[in-house]
């Protein structure tokens, strides 16, 4: 069966990409581009490294703006879904009813199939199955009590896996960040044919959170 997985640039899109390249034809990915940070829907920082994602991938990227304002999202994204010629559609959705009540929706009423490798998967289980899988991840925005400005850049390895899951028995956080206590960027996954690499950044940090955004980047050979 032919799908389009969304993808935003980080972990849980791309793990969900992986699981999907297994079992089905990626024939697009897909990315909607918010033009405002509180987007109910879609991811917001380094959002334009979905274009060196697509490229490490090789396969074809069809994305769209969106102005982000709630529920139009949802529309805008069905329009575009509504394009392309596939029969299934991939999300890395975890334990967002929200997301994927409104995916599901969008999927019944293009008569899609609507598939999401990694709902209800313990958090702890994507963790690790990244680092399994050689995924290399970096963290590019922290928003919840118990993470500082030394968080932005450090590298998913298994000594950060540790302290995400002393974060949430202290504060109860999501270690996947499902509830936006963080953000990921993917800089070389299994399936890449060549590996981003960050050449230049820009922290911006205000109060108790802040992000890292990517200015300039290159795809290199593995």
Excluded at 19 to 24: D, E, F, G, I, P
Excluded at 99 to 105: E, G, L, P
Excluded at 116 to 127: D, G, Q, V
Aim: glycine content about 6%.
């Amino acid at each position: 069966m032919e799908v389009a997985a969304l993808i935003t640039g980080g972990k849980d899109s791309a793990l969900a990409l992986y699981k999907a390249m297994r079992k089905y034809s990626v024939k697009y990915l897909v990315a909607m581009i918010p033009q405002r940070e509180d987007s109910w829907m879609f991811h917001y920082p380094n959002i334009h490294m979905v274009d060196f994602f697509a490229e490490a991938t090789e396969i074809p990227l069809v994305k769209a703006e969106t102005a982000g304002i709630k529920e139009e999202e949802v529309e805008d994204l069905k329009n575009l879904l509504a394009k392309l010629d596939v029969k299934g559609i991939v999300s890395g959705a975890v334990a967002s009813t929200y997301q994927k009540r409104r995916i599901d929706r969008i999927c019944q009423q293009l008569s899609l199939e609507h598939i999401a490798p990694l709902w209800h998967e313990k958090p702890e289980n994507i963790l690790n199955e990244l680092l399994k899988n050689n995924f290399e991840v970096i963290i590019v925005g922290v928003y919840a009590l118990g993470f500082n400005e030394n968080w932005l850049g450090r590298k998913i390895d298994e000594k950060t896996v540790k302290e995400l899951l002393a974060l949430k028995r202290k504060y109860g956080i999501s270690p996947v960040g499902e509830g936006g206590e963080y953000e990921s960027l993917v800089l070389d996954a299994p399936y890449f044919k060549g590996k981003i690499r960050i050449l230049e950044t820009e922290k911006i940090w205000k109060e108790n959170q802040g992000c890292l955004i990517v200015k300039k980047a290159e795809l290199i050979p593995k």
